[in-house]
């Protein structure tokens, strides 16, 4: 047997998954609690040893893994105009599997900078300008980042022209500071993969060390990517095929997790309609929105908060029914719910995380008055066409009403506006191994894609 082991360190469970390359299948997966505040070789551990050991030993080929661990990649960006080199940072940031705390436009101040200490982000991308373009700002702002009391690495991606000198600038404070390519290197032109690489590039080589990773990486070869890019990886690989074996087509990934809910959808979203116009950036085929508000477990009290009326209208339940359940999931991050009130919570949780997330990933359409009559107007991605809906993330996985959870997903026809799909077949990611398989996917592309077409469990 031509084992491999697949680790995924997790902000709340470490997941591993043992492959059989020859017979491309699943031996086993396990999951423990994840162990960053002590050694996090306990968790990993405890979790392989949830998966029967064959009388030989382990022999492990490969030994790979991916990791959102302390937070994940936390991240602050920083443009010219919000809507424009701003945006394009943060879509940057997001494909590189980052969670982005905040993007700052324009010049940074005092106050911007008392913001970002606090944060206290693993990595500062900054961009500004187009090439040729406005120069002033990207320097200032390395100006102003250099005084920051704390030493962060820095990936510059804006113009060009001063991004050699601004680098200069950084370095009297901040160490490693990198610079890849503009992410806007003309006005309405994004150019996000230099800088996603040179992002994931530093989360390897200085924010594993940074997060107590680094005794894990003495048992394995290498943490490769953060689990985001990871399940993202996936995805593409899942929707497009490769060589010869074919993908699944445009799809969407729903990833419900205790600290966020990750949407990524793989399409183009263009309109389905003639007579819809496109306006704001171009959306990228591979696209990922992460939600920090609504997660399961350590985000459960802003979940209840952002949801509101719609949590208590699903549940039917009074403010102390609520309270009390909401009690218990701060509790223990790692609780498995015990109770049928327990479990009817958690499917209303996840749920309206799936809604809610989904309403945010996909595009919205509205109507114009122009002098020439009503026209409509797109603004994102329009996925209502899209066939496939695919659930990951533990409420999903141990939950026998998955599919009422993935119903969030879908259009509703009260609020026409948003483009979620309208007739997606609903599949479940039912031995949890998406971000394995972008692991997975480095090494063997083929054997990951056939091993995620025959364990999505469709519903």
Not at 151 to 173: D, M, T, W
Not at 345 to 355: E, N
Request: hydrophobic share 45%; charged share 25%; with cysteine.
């Amino acid at each position: 047997m031509q084992a491999v082991l697949l680790i995924d360190f997790g902000s709340t469970y470490t997941k591993v998954t043992v492959v059989d390359l020859d017979q491309e299948d699943i031996v086993g997966t396990g999951q423990a609690g994840t162990t960053i505040e002590t050694n996090i070789m306990d968790g990993l551990k405890a979790a392989l040893a949830q998966i029967p050991e064959p009388v030989e030993g382990w022999n492990f080929i490969r030994k790979l893994a991916c990791s959102s661990a302390a937070g994940g990649l936390k991240m602050i960006a920083s443009g010219l105009v919000k809507e424009l080199t701003g945006e394009a940072a943060r879509r940057a940031a997001l494909g590189a599997g980052a969670r982005v705390q905040q993007v700052f436009s324009f010049e940074l101040t005092a106050q911007d900078l008392a913001k970002i200490t606090a944060a206290k982000p693993d990595i500062i991308l900054l961009a500004g300008g187009t090439d040729g373009g406005n120069k002033e700002v990207l320097l200032k702002n390395a100006e102003m980042l250099s005084q920051l009391p704390i030493s962060l690495p820095v990936v510059i991606a804006g113009n060009k022209v001063v991004s050699a000198q601004a680098a200069e600038i950084l370095k009297k404070r901040h160490d490693p500071v990198v610079v890849a390519d503009n992410v806007m290197p003309e006005l309405g032109v994004l150019s996000v993969d230099s800088a996603r690489m040179a992002i994931r590039d530093v989360f390897l080589s200085h924010i594993i060390q940074a997060k107590g990773l680094d005794k894990a990486e003495e048992f394995m070869e290498r943490i490769m990517m953060p689990t985001p890019a990871a399940v993202l990886a996936a995805a593409e690989l899942l929707a497009q095929g490769h060589g010869a074996e074919g993908g699944m087509g445009e799809l969407m990934i729903v990833d419900v997790g205790g600290a966020t809910t990750d949407v990524h959808s793989i399409a183009k979203g263009d309109p389905s309609k003639p007579s819809v116009m496109l306006r704001g950036l171009p959306e990228p085929y591979a696209k990922r929105t992460v939600e920090g508000d609504l997660g399961m477990r350590y985000s459960s009290e802003a979940l209840v908060e952002t949801a509101g009326r719609r949590l208590f209208d699903y549940l039917g339940w009074t403010e102390d029914q609520v309270a009390c359940q909401l009690g218990l999931c701060k509790e223990d991050p790692w609780r498995i719910p015990q109770t049928e009130e327990e479990v009817k919570f958690d499917v209303a949780m996840g749920r309206v995380a799936v809604s809610l997330a989904v309403d945010r990933h996909v595009g919205t359409i509205e109507v114009v008055y122009t002098p020439f009559g009503a026209t409509y107007v797109q603004h994102g991605k329009d996925l209502t066409q899209l066939p496939v809906v695919i659930g990951t993330g533990g409420v999903l996985l141990h939950h026998p009403e998955a599919k009422e959870i993935l119903r969030g997903a879908v259009f509703n026809p009260e609020d026409p506006t948003i483009l979620k799909p309208q007739k997606a077949d609903f599949y479940i990611d039912k031995e949890y191994i998406l971000a394995a398989m972008g692991l997975l996917r480095e090494v063997a592309p083929q054997i990951a894609l056939r091993m995620m077409k025959k364990y999505m469990v469709k519903v």
